[in-house]
T-cell receptor
């Protein structure tokens, strides 16, 4: 299957700082990338969908200015958590799709801890 | 918005036996995709099987097969000859265009 690499796999940051998470499709061009947040023992909650070269579409209740998503190329999308707070601590997962609709392939996830 | 319902929070099965995980969804669309993903303790999401709504034939992938009932909006996953490595969370997912939604998940434990 297609490979998506997400980096870093874990990060600890101080309250008020910003953190960037990268999501790369290694062997395919991802026309669409998804960003999810997952709380312990819960399902994946879609945060936003991005298509290469255009602005991300955010789900209701997700703050655009706090969770900045950039999909500058067909192989790279980034999520920047700005002015992080402890309540932003979570597991963030990205996925990429070659075609829409079509199967999405997931990165390994990033565990963010804000202290 | 589409909704995906997995009514079994937890299930268990003996090794080598068969288990079926249920999934229902709600949509007014006619063309869409359905998926089952597996999330082991590593938390890496792994695609198990996919089904295009326009295909009547149920998808199969080795020990994994689905029972797709479009009219009933049901999409169950059957795991045959269960193995210890099948222990994981299983998520049913619905996709229409660029919109992908997940069910709450079913935690499957395979017992030796």
């Amino acid at each position: 299957g297609a490979v998506v690499s997400q980096h870093p796999s874990w990060v600890i940051c101080k309250s008020g700082t910003s953190v960037k998470i990268e999501c790369r499709s290694l062997d395919f061009q991802a026309t669409t990338m998804f960003w999810y947040r997952q709380f312990p023992k819960q399902s994946l909650m879609l945060m936003a969908t991005s298509n290469e070269g255009s602005k991300a579409t955010y789900e209701q209740g997700v703050e655009k200015d706090k969770f900045l998503i950039n999909h500058a190329s067909l192989t790279l999308s980034t999520l920047t958590v700005t002015s992080a707070h402890p309540e932003d601590s979570s597991f963030y997962i990205c996925s990429g799709s070659l075609i829409s609709p079509g199967p999405a392939f997931f990165g390994q996830g990033t565990r963010l801890t804000v202290v | 918005a589409q909704t995906v319902t997995q009514s079994q929070p937890e299930m268990s099965v003996q090794e080598a036996e068969t288990v079926t995980l249920s999934c229902t969804y709600d949509t007014s669309e006619n063309n869409y995709y359905l998926f089952w993903y597996k999330q082991p303790p590593s938390r890496q999401m792994i695609l198990v099987i996919r089904q295009e709504a326009y295909k009547q034939q149920n998808a199969t992938e080795n020990r994994f097969s689905v029972n797709f009932q479009k009219a009933a909006k049901s999409f169950s996953l059957k795991i045959s000859d269960s193995q210890l490595g099948d222990t994981a969370m299983y998520f049913c997912a619905f996709m229409k265009m660029s919109d992908m939604r997940f069910g709450a998940g079913t935690r499957l434990t395979v017992k030796p």
